[in-house]
């Protein structure tokens, strides 16, 4: 309801406005139960701050948007512009259905909307250093003013489909007063020290902000201009993450077979296994790799995970088991409350090697010294690793080395050093081939 330029727009355009939203099976199907028994938690809250007056409809938004539309006699739709591959076809056969009445796309929900920033030549940017100075160049608008809005009656009263049931799973709190608690609660005390203890996984160091930013529980700006006040290594920090955030859509934007295909299509020859027990052993926590199994457990227990925690976790899927990182991605995307496109599957790409970035595949992630240099003493990963929990101090990274390792924890499924190897080999082949081709 807050810093909605689509509601601005459609307040001083109109007498009184419908509140619709749309469940796209096309969207749905994919998302898994966390992100849509979060997104029905949000859709809820949205209603009890309209009163109730939301309507919800479930169906093809090509054929459910014209029809509301034209049952109350609608002039114009406005919509916050989407910028993604599904939404971009979606909205433009949206506003080809809808005829004679005006389709108005305003904003978007990024600080700058994908697309607009290119280097001087007019080429899309693929290193984020780069794209993070001219994004701050060019900058952002104040957020939108609250809007006064006369609201309709729905012609159905507002219902939802059956939560899905998450069994112990804990999901945060949904909607915008959650959204913007949490972000209060952490301007007012977590922003101290966040530059060097986000990632940290042990500490309540990030702002955990976002599933909001991905259901647009809050906008970019909101967060953008509360820094505007604060000065220092660890307001930058965060805007250098937000920027990250938006890289990846403008990335996404130009290059929409991102999304299922590697960036750099040299890697298209990439030797993969495809061992389902292994996949499975990573999948549930069970690799005899402490830092990798607390990630993939806390992702069991809360549809979440930290963010350093995720690129060690699809470090060792990619490149200690040498498996194909559409796979980790897919995992993520039906898993994940956070669950973003664009920011999930790059990431993937980002530690894969196949992205954006000039010099990746030699970043191999040690999940060894990785969770002794994150998760010095080891808090994290007892959190989330019961059959580890007696074990003091970092000695809890390596319990096969223990005197008396715990039998109820599997000793490391690989050999990390020699799978290294064989991820170098794999990349110098495609690389040689490459080379050779030219």
């Keep these: 309801m807050a810093d909605l330029p689509a509601l601005l727009s459609a307040s001083e355009r109109a007498t009184r406005v419908l509140a619709l939203y749309v469940l796209d099976e096309a969207l749905l199907k994919p998302a898994g139960r966390p992100r849509q028994a979060f997104l029905y938690g949000c859709l809820e809250s949205l209603a009890e701050s309209l009163d109730g007056r939301l309507m919800v409809v479930h169906g093809d938004p090509v054929r459910e948007v014209p029809r509301v539309a034209r049952s109350i006699g609608a002039g114009s739709v406005h919509v916050s512009t989407d910028t993604g591959p599904y939404g971009r076809r979606r909205d433009r056969a949206v506003a080809e259905a809808l005829g004679e009445i005006e389709w108005v796309e305003c904003g978007s929900s990024y600080a700058v909307t994908p697309g607009r920033i290119t280097k001087p030549d007019g080429e899309p940017y693929r290193v984020f250093s780069a794209f993070y100075r001219a994004w701050c160049r060019h900058g952002w608008r104040a957020p939108a003013a609250r809007s006064e809005v006369d609201w309709l009656e729905p012609e159905e009263p507002f219902r939802l489909p059956g939560i899905p049931d998450l069994g112990s799973m804990s999901l945060p709190r949904p909607g915008e007063a959650a959204a913007r ?244 080999t794999r990349f110098n082949a495609i690389n040689q081939s490459a080379q050779r081709s030219l």
């Design 181 to 424: 608690e949490a972000w209060e609660r952490f301007l007012d005390g977590g922003l101290d020290g966040y530059a060097t203890d986000r990632d940290r996984p042990d500490r309540p160091a990030t702002t955990r902000l976002s599933p909001y930013l991905r259901w647009g529980c809050i906008h970019p700006r909101t967060l953008l201009a509360g820094l505007d006040a604060v000065r220092g290594k660890d307001a930058e920090s965060l805007r250098s993450e937000l920027a990250w955030r938006e890289f990846y859509a403008d990335v996404l934007y130009h290059r929409p077979e991102t999304a299922r295909r590697n960036y750099d299509s040299r890697f298209d020859e990439l030797e993969y296994d495809t061992d389902l027990d292994a996949f499975e052993r990573w999948r549930t926590g069970r690799t005899g790799y402490p830092i990798v199994d607390a990630g993939m457990r806390q992702l069991l227990a809360e549809g979440w995970m930290h963010n350093r925690v995720r690129m060690i976790v699809a470090s060792f899927l990619v490149k200690d088991l040498h498996q194909p990182w559409w796979l980790g991605a897919r995992h993520f995307m039906n898993s994940l409350v956070d669950g973003d496109l664009a920011s999930n599957q790059l990431n993937w790409q980002w530690v894969a090697g196949t992205g954006t970035d000039p010099a990746p595949f030699f970043r191999v992630f040690n999940p060894t010294t990785q969770g002794e240099k994150f998760d010095p003493n080891g808090d994290y990963v007892r959190r989330y690793v019961p059959e580890l929990r007696e074990i003091p101090g970092k000695a809890v990274h390596q319990p096969w080395k223990l005197p008396h390792p715990p039998k109820n924890y599997p000793s490391p499924m690989v050999d990390h050093a020699e799978e290294r190897k064989v991820a170098l």
